[in-house]
């Protein structure tokens, strides 16, 4: 069963519009909340990360926005590049495990 | 830091076949953390450890994975016998908890069981 979840597999943006990326959660006992981005044949590298106590976290031009009574994470970024086209993955941690639970991805195809 | 560092990057064997894939956490990080992702699942945590001791293995899918950390700075995660249902990428991170600290993850290693 999955606790987190991205229920959108792809998206395609055009360059220089914004591109929302999704993820739900299902225990609310997580307390912090990270997006990681993820090129082919790399590793996954943190992008953004906000906690439980803040709805909302900017970095640049990415935005991440935490919705806690829905139990929703999103992010923002404004304006999408084509160098932002990956597979990004959000991840929740539970508190005092250091265990992310991941979602199964969202891949991002930027057009120039 | 050549950040974490994991081999070898692509495996191909046989089924039945012993595999040991191997990590080296970033210096003077204590949590090392061993994933795997699949197309269906996504980034699955495996086993994690602290200070080289293993803190949760409830990720490890069967009795036929098994990990290891004994030193701070070598880990190996090994099946045996591997099936062709433990096609995967595998990925080793590593951090230094002081509270809020995110995980680097290596390069991974792509497995192909025949």
Known sequence: DQQVKQNSPSLSVQEGRISILNCDYT?????????????????????????????????????????KSAKHLSLHIVPSQPGDSAVYFCACEAPGTYKYIFGTGTRLKVLA | DAGVIQS?????????????????????????????????????????FNNNVPIDDSGMPEDRFSAKMPNASFS?????????????????????RTGGETQYFGPGTRLLVL
């Open chain 1, 27 to 67: 225990n609310s006992m997580f307390d912090y909340f990270l997006w990681y981005k993820k090129y082919p044949a790399e590793g996954p590298t943190f992008l953004i990360s906000i906690s439980s106590i803040k709805d909302k976290n900017e970095d640049g031009r990415f935005t991440v926005f935490l919705n």
């Open chain 2, 8 to 48: 070898p990057r692509h495996e191909v064997t046989e089924m039945g076949q012993e595999v040991t894939l191997r990590c080296k956490p970033i210096s003077g990080h204590d949590y090392l953390f061993w994933y795997r992702q699949t197309m269906m699942r996504g980034l699955e945590l495996l086993i994690y």
């Open chain 2, 76 to 96: 190996t995660l090994k099946i045996q016998p591997s099936e062709p249902r433990d096609s995967a990428v595998y990925f080793c991170a590593s951090s230094f």
